[in-house]
């Protein structure tokens, strides 16, 4: 037994005598390494040898209590000098007390306070906030969720962050507005549309007109770049009407309606009591209507359902104290009557307007004339409010369409409707817009002449490509050719001696004037195509200018879908999704 334990004694310990010094653990604090170490080739210092008997030691992740145990199980004499060296290494260690710093009255009563709302502090973070969720495209309710939140604590825990709302309705829109006012300059406008037509592969000499609105930047936009504009007319309509209703009397009637709409709004015991008063008093049971302040129509036709279910309204409100207070004066229902009185006609033209699948920028003279003769007529039996608001959106309309290139874009299209023709303008507007109607003809026969030019100087050797195989030979011979009329002999003689002159365009503008009348509800890009044979050079020009819109109601559609689309909800949705 004696010698087997011998052998395995001699088997766990290194053999070869050759073998190199131990190295020391690398970064060891602990004084208990100096009997330990490792062989030179175990880069990693797994495994543990014992300097003394040689042996390996388990300690796992550098832990020394094996170590120690090994040396007094083993070795008691070094493991007295390791205790002693532990020892004389902790009484050389000094701990130093941690030196309290008391804290200021003030310091400790505002550590816990939040900061103040329009403090600088307060300010910055919630900046700093915003133009993250603007730059990094992150959805508003970001900031209700517990790792957002929970972060900004951390980093500044007297900031308490603003709700959801304040962001969507106070923060964002103030930073977009500051960022617009740098960004959406004239200058920078105006050279967006000039990469528009690069990037979408569009001609700028083919560019007729611009319908805006009246924007400042925008204009000035399109006066550097030198292009034709006009202004839309439903904005026009807009501005017109909402000057011309910038009275108190007005101002004070209407608010009491909205009061009147949002009381109805929010009680559904009102609104049954509403149904009830209709159909005992036989009146359409019909809704309230709220007013968008960014549209005039529906200010009007709140005030139409209001004059509707007056009795209605006045009944409900009567029956109950907490909104008598509510219910219209007789003052107040003059004054709706007489706003009504002005406006209720011109909805009907807005809407119509607003279209965008039929031409509109010729109906804009005949619109004006049937202004100022029937809508908008002062009559003896109006008020003086109903007579003052007609008189103001007149002559703003008037104004708004008399500059040159306006009424010149106007004129134009006018004429080359064949619904209107002349029949709106005057004889010297319509002698000028003759002339300019001809030279525009002439510049356009002679674009197309350049145009046909450039496509026919082609060699001729390269359009006649011989056949690439003696199988298309046989093909191109057994085709049968049809056999050509003798229209077809006659028709290039023709054509050769067809000289566009300026009497000839004359004559062809003179023949269209004198055609017979269109039905006013007929569509005049359907009669331009069944007459370009009879009208050829004029229809070029009828292309031209009744693509115009007279709105850009269209375009603002399109925005406001884009904004269905892309919610706070949805803010982060990529353009290819």
């Known amino acids: 037994m004696a010698a087997t334990e011998e052998e395995e004694g001699e088997s766990s310990r290194s053999t070869d005598t050759d073998e190199p010094e131990f190295v020391p653990k690398k970064g060891a604090t602990s004084v208990i390494w100096s009997w330990f170490g490792f062989r030179p080739s175990d880069l990693e210092q797994n495994i543990v040898f014992c300097k003394t008997c040689r042996r390996t030691v388990v300690a796992k992740g550098g832990n020394t209590s094996n170590l120690f145990h090994h040396l007094k199980q083993k070795h008691n004499s070094e493991y007295s000098k390791a205790v002693k060296a532990r020892d004389e290494a902790s009484a050389d260690v000094v701990v130093k007390p941690k030196k309290l710093a008391q804290k200021t009255i003030d310091a400790a009563l505002t550590s816990g306070t939040p900061y103040e709302k329009g403090s600088r502090r307060w300010r910055d973070l919630t900046s700093a906030v915003t133009r993250c969720l603007a730059r ?294 319509c002698e000028a817009i003759k002339v300019q109607a001809l030279n525009e003809m002439e510049h356009l026969q002679v674009l197309s002449g350049q145009t046909s030019s450039e496509q026919g100087s082609t060699p001729a050797g390269a359009l006649e490509t011989p056949p690439s195989s003696s199988a298309e030979q046989l093909c191109q011979v057994a085709a049968k050719k049809p056999k050509k009329s003798l229209g077809s002999f006659l028709k290039g003689a023709v054509g050769e001696k067809t000289e566009v002159t300026a009497e000839r365009l004359l004559s062809e503008l003179s023949s269209y004037m004198n055609s017979p009348p269109v039905d006013s509800e007929s569509d005049p890009l359907l009669w331009w195509k069944i007459h370009t044979v009879n009208f050829p050079h004029i229809s070029r020009l009828a292309r031209k200018y009744l693509c115009i819109p007279a709105t850009s109601s269209a375009s603002e559609r399109l925005f406001s879908t884009g904004g269905n689309v892309v919610t706070c909800q949805r803010s982060s949705l990529k353009p290819t999704t």
């Open 136 to 429: 990094d495209m992150m959805p508003i309710q970001s900031v209700e969720r517990d790792g957002f939140t929970k972060m900004l604590t951390t980093f500044d825990s007297r900031y308490k962050l603003p709700p959801k709302k304040y962001f969507s309705k106070v923060a964002l829109p103030a930073l977009y507005e500051e960022v617009r006012s740098e960004d959406h300059t004239g200058q920078n406008i105006a050279k967006g549309f000039k990469e528009f037509l690069t990037s979408w592969d569009l001609q700028e000499e083919k560019q007729v007109c611009v319908t805006t609105d009246s924007g400042a930047n925008v204009v000035k936009a399109i006066a550097l770049n030198n292009w034709t504009r006009i202004s839309c007319f439903g904005h026009r309509l807009h501005i017109a009407i909402e000057r011309s209703v910038k009275d108190p009397r007005i101002e004070r009637a209407v608010g009491v309606g909205k009061k009147i709409v949002a009381a109805f709004g929010h009680s559904w015991k009102r609104q049954r009591a509403l149904h009830a008063a209709q159909k005992e008093l036989g009146l359409p049971e019909h809704k309230l209507i709220t007013e968008c302040c960014t549209r005039w129509g529906s200010r009007q036709r709140m005030i139409q359902r209001l004059l509707e279910q007056e009795k209605a309204i006045a009944q409900v409100l009567a029956a109950d104290k907490t909104t008598r207070h509510l219910m219209l004066t007789w003052q107040d229902i003059e004054v709706l009557d007489s706003v009504n009185t002005a406006l209720s006609p011109l909805l009907e033209f807005t809407d119509a307007f607003s279209a965008e699948e039929y031409v509109t920028i010729p109906c804009v003279k005949p619109v004006l004339q049937i202004f100022n003769n029937d809508l908008l007529k002062v009559n003896e039996n109006d008020t003086q409010l109903t007579k003052d608001i007609k008189t103001a959106i007149l002559d703003y309309m008037n104004k708004s369409y008399k500059d040159t290139v306006t009424e010149r874009v106007v004129n134009m299209a006018s004429l080359l409707d064949p619904r209107f023709r002349a029949e709106y303008l005057s004889e010297s507007e």
